[in-house]
């Protein structure tokens, strides 16, 4: 069992920045493939960008490449999603997830999910 915990979402400018967390608890972290979705309201969850389990590759969906970054911190059980020059289409609920397969972008491939963090760009 995991536990995920995400963190740092907010009210923000547009072209603004934030920088989310998820804390995981329970079993080895490096063991799992991380990713973070969003959803916005009436549409339905989004892939936004995976990272393998060393944390030495990444995936992202097209509109956020060169805007987010995500990374991971091993020792620290955390993983972080860097969002730079916010848009209003990215107000949504953000999650992070946790499951075996690398690089994944289906939300049915993760087996463990936080709970959500607000993010909200005004224009």
């Known amino acids: 069992q995991v536990q995920l915990v995400a963190s740092g979402g907010g009210l923000v400018q547009a072209g603004g920045s934030l920088r989310l967390s998820c804390a995981a608890s329970?079993?080895?972290?490096?063991?799992?493939?991380m990713a973070w979705f969003r959803q916005a309201p009436g549409k339905e969850r989004e892939f936004v960008s995976a990272?393998?389990?060393?944390?030495?590759?990444?995936y992202y969906a097209g509109s956020m490449k060169g805007r987010f970054t995500i990374s991971r911190d091993n020792a620290k059980n955390t993983v972080y999603l860097q969002m730079n020059s916010l848009k209003s289409e990215d107000t949504a609920v953000y999650y992070c997830?946790?499951?075996?397969?690398?690089?994944?972008?289906?939300?049915?491939?993760?087996?463990?999910w936080g709970q959500g963090t607000q993010v909200t760009v005004s224009s």
């Open positions: 997830a946790a499951g075996l397969r690398d690089f994944a972008a289906n939300p049915s491939d993760y087996d463990y």
């Open positions: 329970g079993r080895t972290f490096s063991s799992y493939a």
């Open positions: 990272i393998n389990k060393s944390g030495g590759g990444t």
